[in-house]
């Protein structure tokens, strides 16, 4: 009994300075640069043309910064290509594809800083850029468009540097299609991203 009642002194008298020693080092080493892949999963709506947007798989490249010990903003660039499809009396006509830059800059809480796995959520602003389009996509436009985004993930520590990290944002966007300046249909996309991936304290 006396082993055990020590057992807990020395932990109680041991957790605090952990606690500090890992809280000093994200302190000292408040930028994180991440590497994901992602499942970007679109979610389609479109009038009054029946249009279809196809999920795509990408890679990610995001830098974070710490403000205080829960506070962060995120910055994630990534480039994804998505096939296009009409839907014309019942038959799925393809269009094209079209390369899609979402930079997106977001605002992150996390509530457990000091943990091993520190979850967080996030809330910011997208810029959605339509690029490089094939087939009859070629001939039209994609309008550029901001959009609220917002997030939720983990961080799970695997050193003093490294970590592990899950993520899923959602991004509400609608764009339009257009025909030298005049609009044919108004196009939602509305995509999930489901990601995965390591990051690098600095």
């Known amino acids: 009994m006396r082993a055990f009642a020590s057992l807990l002194l020395l932990t109680a008298l041991l957790a605090p300075r952990d606690l500090v020693a890992q809280s000093r080092g994200h302190a000292e080493h408040p930028w994180t640069l991440r590497a994901r892949a992602l499942l970007v999963g679109a ?23 710490k403000f205080g010990r829960h506070f962060a903003a995120e910055l994630i660039l990534a480039s994804a290509s998505h096939e296009v499809t ?18 997106t800059l977001l605002a992150q809480y996390h509530f457990v800083p000091d943990a091993r796995v520190h979850p967080y959520i996030g809330a910011g602003v997208n810029l959605s850029i339509f690029y490089e389009k094939s087939g009859d996509l070629d001939a039209l436009d994609l309008a550029t468009k901001v959009a609220p985004a917002a997030q939720a993930g983990v961080d799970v520590d695997l050193s003093d540097r490294m970590v592990f990290n899950f993520d899923v944002k959602w991004i509400w966007l609608t764009t339009t299609l257009e025909n030298e300046g005049t ?20």
């Open 43 to 65: 979610n389609a709506e479109s009038d009054p043309v029946g249009l279809d947007v196809y999920s795509a798989f990408t890679v990610e490249a995001d830098i974070s910064r």
């Open 86 to 103: 009409s839907t014309v009396d019942g038959v799925e006509v393809p269009l094209g594809s079209v390369e899609l830059l979402p930079p």
């Open 183 to 202: 609009s044919l249909a108004e196009l939602t996309i509305d995509p999930f991203i489901l990601g995965a991936g390591v990051g690098f304290r600095f």
